[in-house]
């Protein structure tokens, strides 16, 4: 049984209604649902956060720490291609994490080809719609099994 904290970040609330060709019609609701059922089916905890405010999540990370909480799946959206403070954030409280993207950035915008996440995840699911999320929560589950 393990802990696990998902965390996305800003205008993934609006999914459903936001670019569906390239972001799908699942609600974050509706993926929210569907991830902490797949945890609970597999005996871990899910908790969920979502906030389009970088400080919100800082601060959401730096709680983790005091919550046991041994790995994050994150989609920190466009702040994937810009926070530094957030991949501080991450190496601050050593909390293992996975990068996830509905879309696949690789094949998007030349200013989607840098993450600052990417080197210090323990790896990213891109490209899959909600699948991304399904395949990180069992990759996270296989990580911790090993570790
Ligand atoms: C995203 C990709 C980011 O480039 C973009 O800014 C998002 C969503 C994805 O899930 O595909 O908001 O993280």
């Known amino acids: 049984m393990a802990r696990?904290?998902?965390?996305?970040?800003?205008?993934?609330?609006l999914l459903g209604q936001r670019q569906p060709e390239l972001y799908g019609h699942t609600t974050l609701k509706e993926i929210e649902t569907r991830l902490t059922q797949l945890a609970e089916e597999r005996h871990h905890e899910l908790l969920c956060y979502q906030n389009d405010a970088e400080h919100?999540?800082?601060k959401r990370i730096h709680a983790a720490r005091e919550e046991s909480i041994e790995l994050i799946l994150f989609n920190p959206a466009a702040f994937t291609h810009t926070s530094i403070v957030l991949r501080d954030a991450l190496l601050a409280v050593g909390i293992p994490f996975i990068e996830i993207?509905?879309?696949?950035v690789a094949a998007r915008e030349d200013f989607r080809q840098q993450s600052f996440f990417s080197d210090i995840a323990i790896g990213t699911v891109a490209g899959?719609?909600?699948?991304?999320?399904?395949?990180?929560?069992i990759a996270a589950e296989r990580h911790l099994e090993a570790a």
Do not use: C, V
């Open 4 to 13: 696990l904290l998902l965390i996305n970040g800003p205008n993934l609330s």
């Open 128 to 137: 899959f719609g909600i699948t991304s999320y399904e395949l990180a929560l």
């Open 101 to 104: 993207h509905l879309s696949n």
């Open 56 to 58: 919100e999540l800082l």
